[in-house]
């Protein structure tokens, strides 16, 4: 039972996350020969005051 974590900047719609979540069981069952209902899929969201890549806030950039 794959359990995936997604973390993206808030502000997605709840119909951009469903359609990820759709394209991302659909290649997970694909690739591993899994039927889509093991598939767990977590999403967080994160303000970009939160989220620092190479030590820069993603709010400053």
């Known amino acids: 039972m794959p359990v995936v974590n997604i973390s993206l ?3 997605r ?3 951009q996350k469903a359609a990820l979540a759709k394209a991302v069981t ?3 069952s ?3 020969g899994i039927p889509d209902s093991a598939t767990t ?3 967080r969201d994160v303000e970009k005051s939160d989220w620092s890549i190479g ?3 993603a709010s400053d950039s």
């Open 26 to 28: 659909k290649a997970i």
């Open 13 to 15: 719609t709840d119909e």
């Open 55 to 57: 030590g820069v806030m």
């Open 30 to 32: 694909e690739t591993v």
């Open 41 to 43: 899929i977590i999403f």
């Open 9 to 11: 900047y808030a502000g």
